[in-house]
């Protein structure tokens, strides 16, 4: 793989201009929309075919985070065989009331599947959710690392995070916007 072309091309379909009010209400210039490297079925297949080797050898299932780690999940378990869950922010209140649809996660090795990561919050929630259901997580796999340290980010909660591009490789790319 090709990690500048990937970065290149993953920036450029998602870097927009313009004006945007962000969660905080403030307005920026430039947003991120992860979504559209996950909608486009080429690039989302370049940056699950880069994922692929990061994913441990004793990993039993995959976990996609909802909602952007759901695709991401499903085309790497195309991609290696290995079956998925779909981790939900939250427990069904009817029906099966489960956290994660798919198979049991008891006694099993979870490598958790997610977009982007920044503070790691779901994450967090979700390891911990499945491992209250007596799976073993350690591996969370994402395409892109955007945490301030992403060398260290959700090492507090015994959790190793392999990543395709980070925040640096996506702003190493970034062209101009001096006139």
């Known amino acids: 793989m090709d990690r500048q ?4 091309d993953v920036d450029r379909v998602c870097r927009l201009r313009g ?7 403030e307005i920026s210039h430039e947003y991120f929309d992860k979504y559209l490297f996950e909608t486009d079925p080429r690039l989302l297949r370049r ?8 994913i441990p050898a004793d990993t039993n299932l995959l976990g996609g985070l909802e909602l952007g780690g759901v695709p991401l999940a499903t085309v790497l378990s195309q991609l290696t065989d290995i079956p998925t869950l779909f981790v939900r922010k939250a427990a069904k209140t009817y029906g099966t009331c489960r956290l994660a649809e ?29 491992r209250s259901e007596h799976g073993s997580v350690s591996t969370v796999i994402c395409a892109i ?3 301030a340290d ?6 507090d909660v015994g959790l190793t995070v ?13 062209p101009s916007t001096a006139d």
């Open 19 to 25: 004006q945007f009010q962000l969660r905080s209400g």
């Open 150 to 155: 992403p060398t260290t980010v959700l090492r």
């Open 102 to 130: 798919g198979a049991d996660t008891a006694g099993r090795t979870i490598t958790l599947i997610e977009d982007v990561i920044t503070t790691g919050g779901a994450v967090r929630d979700a390891a911990q959710a499945i």
């Open 47 to 54: 940056v699950c075919e880069a994922m692929v080797p990061l």
């Open 162 to 174: 392999r990543a395709v591009l980070t925040k640096d490789d996506l702003d190493a790319v970034r």
């Open 5 to 8: 072309l990937l970065a290149s």
């Open 145 to 147: 690392n955007r945490s």
